[in-house]
């Protein structure tokens, strides 16, 4: 989701308001079964529970033991077990397994299952195959938003991507229209709304029935939000595939944030410890660097290092009065501001040393050249070599994928000839890896696309250009193709620079990828909310094999303040990345830059309520990191 800065204050809607929602609501759970009770949670339940309610305050709800769910069973003396899990058949198996296990050995004890976000019939009919449904309590907590930042939220569902993009699953829509639903009932409605992509449009008109039955709850309400944005993720692959060159994006793919944290290991510390670190805006630190493109980031660290130093030297002329003020009011913040260079510094380093090993250089040249669509050829070598080097399994991937929906396809010949060398340089194993790729039309071959092409073309001049238009987009809906080159030339994504990209002073959003290139997804956000709509960008959708899933729903905005349409948020289905979250707070700036620079009218004039993507984040699919 992103938020912009309002033009005035940079006041956001205080999110914190949901965590309080989520913890009272457990608290409300684990008390319907009272007295001392051991609670088994998911691994990945593990981090935003954390987030949510500590151990203390499980504790405080008489929570004796806590164990992680694992293949094994867990041996437990509790007379009372409580279970915090995901909806899957896997977790129901284990439960069943250590019940009936409980009666076997002649034991009574009470059982409650709480699933998260929501509660699937078929695990309760797992349950019932298992013959202990009667023995267990099933309730639901309806845990659906984290606030990972002060304008970044998740739903921190990891399994969304592969469910529905790969699988077809579509569990999870009915999730994502009741989170929705959440934040309209808690903020006030959306006065414009703006969406692209299946999911989306599946997730939209689900929400809006929500809203048609339950108009009462938002019905008077001043929205807080003046706009919303739904993107798919299969709307923009490409941005996902890129390597990420912005600090936080890189502070990820080395080290992995995971519920807005990071665990920093000794070569960062400086320690024979590991260290848990909370990655948000309270980190003065992270907060200057988190958004800049990593050759200006050991620059900043250096001034900050002398900045700090200069305010320690002012000790020597102090006399004891003012050293009392200082040690009493100073002193603590700049011991807690070196702590946090240091591990900056530290991350960086490491960055560095791994980036230095793998040929980081060499690696984004290639990218650049296949998003520019020069020296394919060349750029082919490099993956093979990429993947006979073993460098990195996921990266060859990446790359290979890349390739595929740059290119529309990979020529037989080389799909074949990549595909062979990756399996023999990492083993076997990998041919359900390139058959889920496949199928999500992330590496593909090109032959149905080339004949595609041919009879598109030979159509194209037989009927008129709007049946044509229709008849392509049957086709290209079967073949899976991404058209990116046309959309690329279409958006401006490959920004022309006369001399060097200045990195330090960046001009617009392509500065998240050395300059080289804008984010597809981010341009297509900043295009609709300055038109509004989707007028003028009818190609755009088509090439995009989204002409039935565009939509835009813009009510009357009398309710709205002026400061409520300067917001707004833009929701991810299926992930998004830190590339993208900076480039759209990026955007955010810019906007309010330039509205600065002219006077503003009355009302809710077109300048003043297009201000687009400040502050970003993934409404589903894990935390807000890169990977496919």
Known sequence: MAFPHRLDAPELPDFSMLKRLARDQLIYLLEQLPGKKDLFIEADLMSPLDRIANVSILKQHEVDKLYKVENKLTLSSNEQLCFLVRPRIKTMRYIANLVNADKLAGRVRKYKIILSPQKFYACEMVLEEEGVYGDVSCDEWAFSLLPLDVDLLSMELPEFFRDYFLEGDQRWINTVAQALHLLSTLYGPFPNCYGIGRCTKMSYDLWRKLEEEEDSETKGRRPEIGHIFLLDRDVDFVTALCSQVVYEGLVDDTFRIKCGSVDFGPEVTSSDKSLKVLLNAEDKVFSEIRNEHFSNVFGFLSQKARNLQAQ???????????????????????????????????????????????????????????????????????????????????????????????????IPKDYRSLKTQYLQSYGPEHLLTFSNLRRAGLLTEQASGDTLTAVENKVSKLVTDKAAGKITDAFSSLAKRSNFRAISKKLNLIPRVDGEYDLKVPRDMAYVFSGAYVPLSCRIIEQVLDRRSWQGLDEVVRLLNCSDFAFTDMAKEDKASSESLRLILVVFLGGCTFSEISALRFLGREKVRRLRQRPLSGGAGRGRSSVSGGRSNQLSGGAASGSV
Not at 356 to 369: M, N, P, R, V, Y
Not at 371 to 390: A, C, K, P, V
Request: aromatic share 6%.
């Open 312 to 410: 320690y030297d002012r000790r020597r002329g102090m006399d004891i009065k003012q050293m009392k003020n200082f040690v009493s009011q100073e002193l603590k913040g700049l011991k807690q501001e070196h702590r946090l260079l240091s591990l900056h510094i530290g991350a960086c380093e490491s960055i560095m040393k791994k980036k230095t090993k793998q040929d980081f250089q060499e690696l984004i040249k290639t990218e650049h050249a296949l998003l520019e669509g020069f020296n394919i050829r060349e750029s082919t070598s490099y993956i093979e070599e990429h993947i006979d080097r073993q460098v990195s399994p996921i990266e060859s991937l990446r790359l290979m994928c890349l390739l595929s929906i740059t290119e529309n396809g990979l």
